[in-house]
């Protein structure tokens, strides 16, 4: 797989570094972090990232939020939900806000691997 320009979205700084850590050891670059749904939003149209990594729970705008946002202005957005709630309801509108895989945290280096997989695939046969 080609290496990718990621952007992290986060509010727990110890997820973030988790998920930099194991996208760099998957020989993937993350460009830059957020916390919040809004600074997701900005920092999307600054550094345009092959993929985000988002996190459905986070102070103001959620994560869902933030992907139909993103979604809206950029519809080739490739977007990978990360949350430690797995409830059908939140997954569902993960993919329905326009997310294209959904890991479950703690995060396994070998599903975050298959789940950028997946992401680059979907793109390539949209």
């Known amino acids: 797989m ?10 727990s700084l110890l997820a973030t570094q988790v998920l930099k850590s194991a996208l760099e050891e998957l020989g993937h670059r993350v460009v830059r972090t957020a916390s919040t749904g809004t600074e997701a939003l900005s920092a999307y149209k600054v550094c345009n990232p092959d993929i985000v990594t988002m ?22 957005a490739r977007i990978i939900m990360v949350s430690s709630h797995a409830q059908q309801g939140v997954i569902m509108g993960a993919i329905k806000a326009g997310a294209k895989s959904f890991l ?17 695939n979907f793109k390539a046969k949209t």
Do not use: N, Q
């Open 2 to 11: 080609e290496r990718l320009i990621v952007l992290v979205v986060d509010d």
């Open 55 to 76: 996190d459905v729970t986070m102070p103001g705008m959620s994560g869902i939020e933030a992907t139909e946002k993103i979604m809206k202005s950029y519809p080739d």
């Open 104 to 120: 479950l945290k703690p995060i396994k280096p070998d599903k975050l691997r298959d789940a950028l997989e997946k992401v680059v």
